[in-house]
């Protein structure tokens, strides 16, 4: 069954047609809640909370991309959550190393222990500098410069207009940009901003 | 006009800054795009700007993904199965209803303010409630006056100085009882006199025959008693009444009125001697086609109607916020 046809079934309450697209779609929902709230616990309610809660609406899903409609579930969530208890982004770097994502993270193009603790350096400052973002402008760098969605899907996915993820995004890249500044005396020099996009 | 005008030829920082964003992103128009590279092959800080901004959206982009610790499917217990929100749901029709409601709510407040209650002051022959009309009592009890029985009571010779004592209650009396049967001002026809008798007389001689319509009588010994025979032959037993409350309406029956309250202390001992009741009689005039008010307190049916679809939108719409909130 394809996505279309899975998303009919659950609508008539077919619970094994739904959890195909969770495992789907898992992945990216745990992530976009990952870099929002910063914390691996609270992003892993959030996700969960987001399923429930897309399934228990999903008569509401009025076609169109269902991504967009899950990461918007997904966003409103956190930013709820964010709201309701006032809480700040935490930064949790130190899991990086625990995990089996500081493999995929060193093999990378540049092997080696120095290219690897460069790399590292340079992942914890641009995720302090994102976290220290107000909410609306980290969920749109978050989801334009980190899951590179295009303007439409952001706008799609926040609720809002073009004009407003623009002047979001503009504003939320001037901030990094500000804050990694701030910070480049700490990193390495070819990672002072000088990286290059290949 | 001119602020404008050099805006849109030399954006500010922060609209370049977005534009910049955009040639990043690729979505800048072709026309804007060549003139966004004229401008930067002759800025060089602006150069410096956009190596910057593609260099933390290169460092944005590699940052790490992350699997999913664990799986996020959900369970049935989970969603609740079988309690998944129903395909048909209350809150439309509640919803409609409360509409409704309150449409037919707001229709009986205009009508009952705007032409019912309004009614009341046309003429008395056009209201619907024409016993409260103002004008009313005074031309009604003047006709009891002139159709009454005027009784006077044949007081034993000892009573006189009970009599001559009291026209404080005969002024007083009839008039408390007067108010409250015809509240604005009734004329003096109307007020009931009590002669007593004797203080201690047998209450029997009252009634025994002693009391007898005299036509030169003082109007203050006036009943407005239709059904009381001219003659006097029917015995009457007639205690004082003090009370506020208006006597029934006239009937044929002789009127038994039992005291309910002493007047003041200074009037009761001819009180408590058996006397001529100073009782008011107020027998409205006839107006015939008039409905006649609620008893209960002048609370129309349409005060109970408006209460009740009042409580009924209330009622509704609070279900429908319920039903609202749940879905």
Redesign the interface.
């Given at each position: 069954m394809n996505e279309e046809q899975l998303i009919h079934a659950a609508r008539k309450?077919d619970?094994t047609a739904?959890?195909r697209l969770?495992?789907a779609y898992?992945?990216l929902?745990?992530?976009v809640a990952?870099?929002i709230m910063s914390d691996?616990a609270a992003a892993?309610d959030m996700?969960?909370e987001a399923?429930?809660a897309a399934?228990?609406?999903l008569?509401r899903f009025r076609g169109g991309s269902f991504k967009s409609w899950l990461l918007r579930i997904v966003t409103n969530r956190c930013y709820d959550e964010l709201r309701r208890f006032k809480r700040r982004p935490q930064t949790s770097l130190d899991e990086?190393t625990e995990?089996?994502?500081?493999h995929?993270?060193l093999s990378?193009d540049e092997p080696g222990p120095e290219t690897w603790q460069e790399?590292r350096d340079?992942?914890a400052a641009?995720?302090r500098c994102?976290a220290q973002l107000p909410d609306e402008q980290r969920i749109v760098?978050v989801l334009?410069?980190?899951e590179?969605h295009?303007?439409q899907a952001i706008a799609e996915i926040m609720g809002s207009s073009l004009g407003t993820v623009?002047?979001r995004?503009?504003r939320a890249?001037?901030r990094?940009?500000e804050c990694?500044?701030a910070v480049a005396e700490l990193l390495p020099a070819e990672?002072r901003?000088?990286?290059?996009?290949? | 006009m001119f602020d404008f005008l050099r805006n849109l030829l030399n954006p500010g920082p922060?609209r370049m800054?977005?534009r910049l964003?955009?040639y990043l992103?690729g979505?800048l128009s072709p026309r804007a795009r060549s003139r966004l590279e004229a401008t930067l092959a002759q800025d060089p800080a602006l150069r410096e700007q956009l190596?910057?901004?593609?260099?933390?959206?290169?460092?944005?982009?590699?940052?790490?993904?992350?699997?999913?610790?664990?799986?996020?499917?959900?369970s049935?217990d989970?969603?609740g199965?079988g309690r998944?929100?129903p395909?048909w749901s209350p809150y439309p029709v509640l919803r409609a209803a409360t509409v409704v409601v309150t449409v037919m709510l707001a229709a009986l407040l205009v009508f009952d303010l705007g032409f019912y209650r309004g009614g009341l002051a046309r003429p008395a022959g056009e209201t619907a409630l024409a016993p409260l009309a103002a004008s009313e009592p005074a031309a009604a009890t003047r006709v009891v006056a002139e159709e009454a029985v005027e009784l006077e009571v044949e007081a034993p010779a000892a009573a006189i100085a009970a009599e001559e004592a009291e026209p404080s209650l005969a002024r007083e009396t009839p008039a408390d009882a007067a108010d409250a049967a015809a509240p604005a001002a009734p004329p003096p026809a109307v007020v009931a006199e009590a002669e007593a008798p004797a203080e201690g007389a047998p209450e029997q001689e009252v009634a025994a025959g002693a009391v007898e319509a005299t036509d030169d009588a003082p109007t203050r010994g006036a009943f407005g008693a239709q059904g009381l025979p001219a003659g006097g032959t029917e015995p009457d037993v007639i205690t004082p009444t003090l009370v506020g409350t208006p006597p029934p309406a006239p009937s044929a029956a002789p009127v038994e009125v039992t005291p309910t309250a002493s007047p003041t202390p200074v009037l009761a001992p001819a009180l408590t001697s058996t006397a001529v009741a100073p009782v008011a009689v107020v027998v409205p005039t006839a107006a015939p086609e008039a409905p006649t008010p609620s008893p209960a307190g002048g609370l129309s049916p349409l005060i109970f109607a408006e209460i009740g679809l009042g409580l009924a939108a209330l009622g509704l719409g609070l279900l429908a916020w319920l039903f609202r909130r749940r879905s």
């Open positions: 309450g619970l739904f959890n969770v495992v898992q992945d929902a745990y992530n990952y870099r691996p892993e996700t969960q399923f429930i399934y228990k609406s008569r990086l995990t089996g994502d500081a995929e993270f990378g790399r340079l992942v641009v995720e994102l760098a334009s410069d980190v590179g295009d303007y623009k002047s995004l503009s890249r001037r990094l940009r990694l500044q990672y901003l000088d990286y290059d996009d290949a | 922060d800054e977005e964003g955009e992103d979505t190596r910057q901004m593609r260099a933390i959206r290169a460092a944005m982009r590699r940052l790490p993904r992350r699997r999913a610790p664990r799986s996020f499917t959900l049935p989970q969603v199965a998944q929100a395909a």
